[in-house]
C-alpha cells in the first residue's frame, strides 16, 4: 500500500498540469456545492426569522369557544418542566376593542402582555420607536401606522371600549414598529391587569405563547405539550398555520439537492475519464512495474490513491473558494438599506459533508481506471511499446 502510494504521487507530480485541471475541476464543484447550499440556507433561515422569528412558534388556548385559560402560570410551569427546547413562553390575554379618537373610531385588538415574557419573543422593547413601554397599569402602546392613522401621539389619553362595553381611559407611553403594516396599524399593547380588567377576564388569559429553539421540531415538540395538557386545551404550530411557507422552503431545499447532485456527477465523469486517459498513458510504467512484479493489486491501488488525493486537494480548494464566493455575495449584494440580501450563514457540518462527498466522489470515480490497469499484461504493454 506505501508503495502504491508513492507511486500515485509520483504519477501525480509528473502530469502537473492534468492534475492541475483534475483538482480544479473538483474544486469548482464542491465551490458550486457550498456556494449553492450556503445561499439557500441562508435564504431559509432569513425567512424563517423575518416570518416567524419574532413571532409565536407555538400557541395553546382553550378547546372550547369563548373560553378563557384558568391557572395559567401552573400550567406553563407543567409545559416547561424537563423541556429545555422552550426558549420562551407567556401569557396573552387579547380582545377587540374600539379606540375613540374625536370623531373617529378605530377597531384595534388589544393584547395583554406581561412585557417581561412577551419581549422574548416579540421584541418589543427594542422596537419602540417613541417613547417607553408601559409599566404601570392603564398605559399602552400603538403601533407607527395607527399612530400615523389617527393622529394619537406619545402622552394622548384613549377612550378605548371592550366588546363587553367596559370602557377605560388608557395612555399612550410609546409607539411601536414591528415591521408589519397590519400589526402597526391593528395592536394596542398593554399590561396583563390592565387588559383582564378591560374585558372582564378577572385572572384568566387567553392564550399562551412559546418560542422554541428549533422552529421546524415545533410540529412534533407541540405534539408531547398536546399529550401533556389533555384535551381541555387546543396546541397550534407555526408548521400547520403556514403551509404555503414551508411547501416554498421544500422546493428550495430540492432544488439545492438536485443541483448538488448533478454538479457531482459531472465532476464524477471527468475524473473518471481523465484518470482513464492517465491508464493508457502510463501503461508502459505500468507494464514495467507488473514484469518488476507489483500484484495486480498494488497498480489498481495506484490509481485509487490517485483518485483521494486528488478528491482530498480539491475538496480543500473548493472549500476556500466556495467560502469565498458566499463571503462576497454576503459583503456586496446588498439591499437598500445596507444589510446583506441573503445573511452569511455557515454550516460546518454542511461544509464538511461537502468536502467529504467530493473525496468519497472521486475516489470512485478512480474505481474504472484502477480496474482496467490491474487487467493490463505486461507483456503485451512492453512488446507494444
Do not use: C
Amino acid at each position: 500500500m506505501k508503495l502504491s502510494f508513492k507511486i500515485a504521487l509520483r504519477f501525480l507530480k509528473s502530469s502537473k498540469g492534468q492534475t492541475l485541471l483534475i483538482a480544479l475541476g473538483i474544486a469548482i464543484g464542491v465551490s458550486v456545492q457550498i456556494f449553492i447550499g450556503t445561499l439557500i440556507q441562508g435564504l431559509q433561515k432569513s425567512l424563517v426569522d423575518r416570518t416567524i422569528g419574532n413571532q409565536p412558534q407555538i400557541t395553546l388556548a382553550a378547546a372550547e369557544k369563548d373560553t378563557r385559560i384558568e391557572k395559567s402560570d401552573e400550567l406553563m410551569a407543567s409545559i416547561t418542566k424537563d423541556r429545555p427546547e422552550i426558549t420562551a413562553i407567556a401569557a396573552a390575554a387579547d380582545g377587540p376593542a374600539l379606540i375613540h379618537e374625536g370623531e373617529d373610531t378605530y377597531s384595534v385588538l388589544v393584547r395583554g402582555l406581561d412585557l417581561a415574557s412577551s419581549d422574548k419573543i416579540y421584541g418589543i422593547l427594542d422596537k419602540i420607536v417613541e417613547g417607553s413601554a408601559p409599566t404601570a397599569d392603564n398605559e399602552v402602546l400603538i403601533g407607527k401606522d395607527l399612530s400615523v392613522e389617527s393622529g394619537i401621539s406619545v402622552g394622548d389619553e384613549l377612550e378605548v371600549q371592550a366588546n363587553v362595553m367596559e370602557t377605560k381611559t388608557l395612555t399612550v407611553t410609546g409607539i411601536f414598529d414591528l415591521g408589519v403594516a397590519s400589526i402597526n396599524k391593528s395592536w394596542a399593547i398593554t399590561t396583563l391587569p390592565t387588559a383582564q380588567g378591560l374585558f372582564d377576564y378577572g385572572d384568566q388569559v387567553t392564550g399562551i405563547e412559546l418560542q422554541v429553539k428549533d422552529v421546524f421540531a415545533a410540529d412534533t415538540l407541540a405534539s408531547t405539550i398536546q399529550q401533556t395538557v389533555g384535551t381541555e386545551f387546543t396546541v397550534d404550530n407555526w408548521k400547520d398555520q403556514n403551509a404555503q411557507l414551508l411547501s416554498g422552503l421544500s422546493g428550495q431545499s430540492v432544488s439545492s439537492i438536485m443541483i448538488q447532485v448533478f454538479v457531482m456527477i459531472s465532476v464524477l465523469l471527468g475524473i473518471a475519464s481523465i484518470l482513464a486517459i492517465t491508464v493508457v498513458q502510463k501503461s508502459k510504467q505500468i507494464g514495467i512495474l507488473k514484469a518488476m512484479g507489483i500484484r495486480d493489486k498494488t497498480s489498481s491501488l495506484i490509481f485509487l490513491f490517485e483518485g483521494l488525493l486528488l478528491g482530498i486537494v480539491g475538496a480543500v480548494l473548493g472549500i476556500l473558494l466556495g467560502l469565498g464566493l458566499a463571503w462576497s455575495f454576503a459583503t456586496f449584494a446588498l439591499n437598500p438599506d445596507g444589510t446583506p440580501v441573503v445573511p452569511l450563514y455557515l454550516d460546518r457540518n454542511f461544509i464538511l459533508l461537502s468536502a467529504g462527498v467530493a473525496v468519497v466522489a472521486a475516489t470512485i470515480a478512480a474505481l474504472i481506471p484502477a480496474r482496467n490497469s490491474s487487467r493490463l499484461n505486461p507483456i503485451e504493454v512492453i512488446r507494444n511499446a
